[in-house]
């Protein structure tokens, strides 16, 4: 038996939370000594593919059939199903996300496999196959147990750590048939809202609280992140005061991250916000109070005002580049 994951790539490469379901898949198959061979589908290089290996996959199928490149949900569901039926696999392995939530219904139905989503646990086999999800935007768990043979795990976005100590993947092309009807909801077009990065799966983070004193200042947020090549986030009351937009507020009520960096602007660190940055690698934090309690949550602190900082590090920054 194997565990299979279905990956979702973006511009030439895995996405961040496909490796994160394929960390959780390594782990599963190391507690359930299973293989975890990987899925993926459209135009994708070999040797990105190949990087799902550092997580911890030993093999990628790579469906390559460019009809799959736009996402079409009953495409993407029909050839995952077969990969999970060539595959011998008894469990499939996902991020929840749009497209994987829309895949994961499908193939609950024709795999008659019980499905979790947002699982933020590895099962414990306690009184049955008991999976820990989480609920009311991560305000609260909910333990389900799954009875069918056949399962499939949603994980949550920023739940497991990366894995990324394994060898690269062998990658395999594995045929599928896809049937007309597969296609018969098409994607006409595609248009990007924004070339920024996105917050959710950013590699880096800065983020900035009242401290700022107000929108008219969000430029030397903006240009620490571009120096940076990082995602701009912001605390509640900043975004609730409408200097920032909603989706871009972290924290509890808002908007989870899990970077290598965060870097807290004049954030105060109430446990609200940072209740949404506790999964990051490192934290940076910029204050002037040296008894604010986000400095208890720092890995490295810079007492001090924001408006002198900023620029100094930004244009140091852009001299070491
Ligand atoms: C149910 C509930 C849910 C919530 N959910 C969230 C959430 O998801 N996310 C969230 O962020 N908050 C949330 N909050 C609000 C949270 O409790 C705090 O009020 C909020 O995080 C504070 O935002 P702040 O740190 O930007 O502002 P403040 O608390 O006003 O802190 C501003 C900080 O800036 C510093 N500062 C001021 N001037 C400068 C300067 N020139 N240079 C450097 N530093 C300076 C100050 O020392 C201070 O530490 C929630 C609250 C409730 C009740």
Not at 189 to 194: G, N
Not at 220 to 234: P, V, Y
């Amino acid at each position: 038996m194997s565990i299979l994951v279905y990956i979702e790539h973006t511009e030439g490469a895995i996405k961040k939370t496909s490796l994160e379901a394929v960390s959780y898949a390594s782990a599963l198959g190391e507690k359930e000594g299973k293989e975890v061979v990987a899925v993926a589908l459209g135009k994708i290089e070999d040797s990105a593919l190949a990087k799902a290996g550092s997580a911890g996959a030993k093999k990628v199928l790579h469906v390559a059939d460019e009809k799959l490149n736009d996402g079409v949900i009953q495409a993407h569901a029909s050839a995952v199903g077969q990969a999970f039926e060539q595959s011998g696999a008894d469990t499939l392995v996902l991020a929840k996300s749009s497209l994987g939530d829309a895949v994961a219904a499908r193939l609950s139905v024709k795999l008659k496999a019980g499905l979790a989503s947002n699982v933020v646990a590895l099962p414990e086999e306690d009184g049955g196959y008991k999976v820990r999800r989480s609920i009311y935007t991560g305000k609260a768990f909910t333990d389900t147990v799954i009875t069918t043979d056949n399962k499939i795990l949603a994980v949550k976005k920023n739940a497991v750590a990366l894995k990324s100590d394994g060898a690269d993947a062998a990658v395999e092309t594995l045929e599928v048939a896809l049937a007309e009807g597969d296609f018969a909801a098409k994607i006409t077009s595609t248009d990007k809202a924004t070339d920024e990065i996105s917050l959710p799966e950013a590699d880096i983070v800065v983020s900035g609280g009242r401290g700022l004193k107000g929108p008219e200042n969000w430029n030397l947020i903006e240009d620490l992140a571009k120096a940076m090549g990082a995602a701009t986030g912001c605390s509640k009351p900043v975004s609730d005061s409408g200097w920032r937009p909603h989706h871009e507020h972290v924290g509890q009520t808002g908007v989870k991250v899990a970077p290598s960096l965060y870097v807290a602007v004049g954030i105060s660190g109430a446990i609200q916000h940072l209740a949404g940055v506790n999964a990051s690698k490192y934290i940076l934090v910029i204050n002037k109070d040296p008894e604010a309690p986000f400095f208890k949550a720092a890995d490295y602190g810079i007492v001090g005002d924001a408006f002198e900082i900023l620029p100094k590090l930004t244009e140091a920054l852009k001299a070491i580049k």
